[in-house]
């Protein structure tokens, strides 16, 4: 049983808290009986740690699995996941330009993982899919989503030649969501949480969008985007 | 110029960070020109506190502002801000069932705002309108909105006697949202975070209804609340 925080395997597990780590290795940590179900069921390559013997896994003083679970539950069990390839586009694309929030990118995986938008491709500066209150915000979807990291221009072009289309959500000069009827194969581009799509990004949209509201300004980003992918769901 | 955590109205302020202090003397703090100007255009009282002796208010030190601000990034003004007694029932009106994350509960405020339910009431176990944490995600939209905290069975029985119908999310038995077009006067009832609406209001439901998803039980409530109210916005 390791109980010690000296232990080579625990200071890797510390380690990947952290995205410089999660990002060179190439792994990420899961908590728990629920996300690591959902994780072997969906084939993923993991090593298990455990402070309960009746459980598959080394084995880990209860008090060290406490110390190195960030979770706000105490859980008798832990994954070391390893990172899954880029895997083909699915039809409908999320798209994520500069999402700072943790919990907006973990909301907008589980609605874009319930409304059919598989695939998400988000761009170098967005916060980290691996983020543990992401990881917690997706409610055991993360392990359903194809998660791309990469600049997002590029990846633009390429889908556009593709056939998708690109629709990009902006608060001026767009049509409204009601008026669009969405290609089979679409990209839906969100933004940034305070400046929106940068304008880079959004020089390449076949159309730009909004969700009409009453009152105010904007939706938060999470917001607007499971309204979108729920009109468009497949 | 207020220089002293121990002066009487600086402990007014800190104590204003428990609920408890706000129940008691009804009242909540605000922080920042764009919540102060929106709460002034709307006819709050407030008595306001700044360390810039540019703006209106009583001067705090620069140094005590920062300890008595629970905002992310500094600011040298805040209001101490009197809550509105409740005002008539808007048509459309959220109802919040024991909703305990103080993001979700900001921005289904700022979405019902967006989207007209502007009258939103929650149980008395809801997790406080005025939580910092809370109106941060409101994003100024708080002020706009009539809060009322009540039981919340006796207020369905009053609101169906007014014509109103009332529809409980449940995934469960429920219906597609798809299928419903909403009376004009109309409640949408929200649940807690993980156990949905309690038994005694779903009895009261005039019916229940779910937003449809591909793979995962549920959505984020504050995610399945802002599309309903897109759907039925008026």
């Given at each position: 049983?390791?109980?010690?925080?000296?232990?080579?395997k625990?200071?890797y597990i510390?380690?990947l808290?952290?995205?410089?780590?999660r990002?060179?290795f190439n792994k990420f940590v899961i908590y728990g009986d629920h996300a690591i179900e959902e994780a072997l069921k969906q084939g993923f390559e993991m090593e298990l740690y455990t402070?309960?013997?009746?459980k598959k896994g080394e084995?880990i003083?209860?008090?060290?699995i406490?110390?190195v679970s960030?979770?706000?539950?105490?859980t008798?069990c832990l994954a070391v996941v390893k990172k899954r390839p880029?895997?083909?586009?699915?039809?409908?694309?999320?798209?994520?330009?500069?999402?700072?929030?943790?919990?907006?990118?973990?909301?907008?995986?589980?609605?874009?993982?319930?409304?059919?938008?598989?695939?998400?491709?988000?761009?170098?500066?967005?916060?980290?899919?691996y983020?543990?209150?992401?990881i917690?915000?997706?409610?055991g979807?993360l392990l359903y989503?194809?998660?791309?990291?990469?600049?997002?221009?590029?990846?633009?072009?390429?889908?556009?030649?593709?056939?998708?289309?690109?629709?990009?959500?902006?608060?001026?000069?767009?049509?409204?969501?009601?008026?669009?009827?969405?290609?089979?194969?679409?990209?839906?581009?969100?933004?940034?949480?305070?400046?929106?799509?940068?304008?880079?990004?959004?020089?390449?949209?076949?159309?730009?969008?909004?969700?009409?509201?009453?009152?105010?300004?904007?939706?938060?980003?999470?917001?607007?985007?499971?309204?979108?992918?729920?009109?468009?769901?497949?």
């Amino acid at each position: 049983m390791i109980t010690s925080k000296d232990n080579d395997k625990i200071k890797y597990i510390i380690k990947l808290q952290s995205k410089k780590y999660r990002d060179q290795f190439n792994k990420f940590v899961i908590y728990g009986d629920h996300a690591i179900e959902e994780a072997l069921k969906q084939g993923f390559e993991m090593e298990l740690y455990t402070s309960n013997p009746l459980k598959k896994g080394e084995l880990i003083s209860d008090e060290l699995i406490k110390k190195v679970s960030l979770t706000e539950t105490p859980t008798d069990c832990l994954a070391v996941v390893k990172k899954r390839p880029e895997q083909s586009y699915s039809n409908r694309i999320l798209m994520l330009d500069n999402i700072q929030d943790p919990g907006n990118m973990g909301t907008l995986i589980r609605s874009a993982v319930g409304f059919g938008f598989t695939t998400v491709i988000s761009s170098l500066n967005s916060v980290d899919y691996y983020h543990e209150r992401t990881i917690r915000a997706t409610q055991g979807n993360l392990l359903y989503a194809n998660l791309i990291k990469a600049p997002l221009a590029d990846r633009i072009k390429a889908l556009k030649f593709m056939g998708y289309e690109i629709y990009v959500t902006a608060l001026q000069g767009s049509v409204d969501l009601k008026t669009i009827t969405p290609k089979d194969k679409c990209v839906l581009v969100l933004g940034n949480e305070g400046a929106g799509v940068s304008d880079d990004i959004m020089r390449l949209a076949t159309k730009t969008i909004r969700v009409k509201t009453r009152d105010i300004e904007s939706l938060n980003v999470a917001m607007a985007g499971s309204i979108i992918m729920y009109e468009w769901q497949v």
